[in-house]
């Protein structure tokens, strides 16, 4: 008789063990909510915006619906709109372009840095020329913190400076990863993070915020997430969104933030025995000194051409890959013809073509990533 079975397949998130661990506070925290029904803006609210407040060191923290809503925040705090042009990486998930144009501004595509997959900061100068050029106000920069690891922000806070621009900070990935000894929510005029259930910090659903150091413009986001509005909610002074995050989200935020740090210490201990595993037989991710990341993806690359045979052979192992992303922002129809900056977007064309993303999360035991590593090991191999 063949007792031979399958392994079974590995989630690439496992948000059902962290679940796990959280068990019943959870479940007190939304059973809090769910007796007094303050369902909007609810003391959980406040206390977890205080709490992140707390944990990044950022003066304000204004919740909102989403990540992509956050960065809408604080574009439009800043008057951010039509005739404007604002600067962002090609190589990002597409809200970061997205939220330029749904303001009414122009994304302009700058290329990113091939080892740290993040904004190239020499290409600022370029794309505000092209902006210009074209009859655009450059305004505002966007970089990215993809796949968890900060951005060059020194680099970016230097070009931003020299061209007069804001510089939001798309944390949606990275939040709880530090620069230099900082913590994300601290950089740039404002930082937007997500708390979409697959980032570092999920909620149970969609959720974001937006952190600054600035008063008047938090004052601003709290009015623009409320209908804009003034001195009560049936007083509206500007046109603002219905973007709140739940209280119910709150609630579950504010227990998921207790365990954060030890689930980024998990983290870095998975990406670190992943590099040990795979330095010698693929491009593993470099974290550069005084950066931490907390590995919202861990990302290799690979010869062109060799990825679709990768990744099927893991499949076959019941080992899920994904690759984030395929097609660079400046090629999808939707963002085609926003302009590219002069410096062009060589890098973000060849990392979309080389990259691969394997099984990331806090709670991936050592015998499982065992048999990750061993896959890729002889999918690479071969
Ligand atoms: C880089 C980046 N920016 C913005 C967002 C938007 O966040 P959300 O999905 O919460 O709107 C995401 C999330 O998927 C993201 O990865």
Redesign the pocket.
Known sequence: MNLRTDPPTIPFIDLAAQRRRLGSAVDAAVTRVLNHCQFILGPEVRAFEAELAAFCGAKHVVTCA???DA?VLALRARDIGPGDAVLCPSF??C??AEVAALVGATPVFVDVDAATFNIDANGIAAAVATAKSLGLTPKAVIP?DLFGLPADHAAVAAAAKAENLFVLD?A??AFGASYHGRQLGTFGHATAT?F?PAKPLGCYG?G?AVMTDDAEMADVMRSLRMHGHGSDKYDNIRIGLASRLDTIQAAILSEKLKIFPDEIAARNEVARRYADGLRDVATVPTVPDGCTSVWAQYTLRLPAGRRDTFAAKLKAEGIPTAIYYPIPLHRQQAYKHYPVGNGGVAVSERLAAEVVSLPMHAYLDAPTQDRIIDAARRALKA
């Open positions: 989403s990540g992509t960065l990002t998930f809200a970061t990215v798309d949606a990935q997500s979409f969609d974001g």
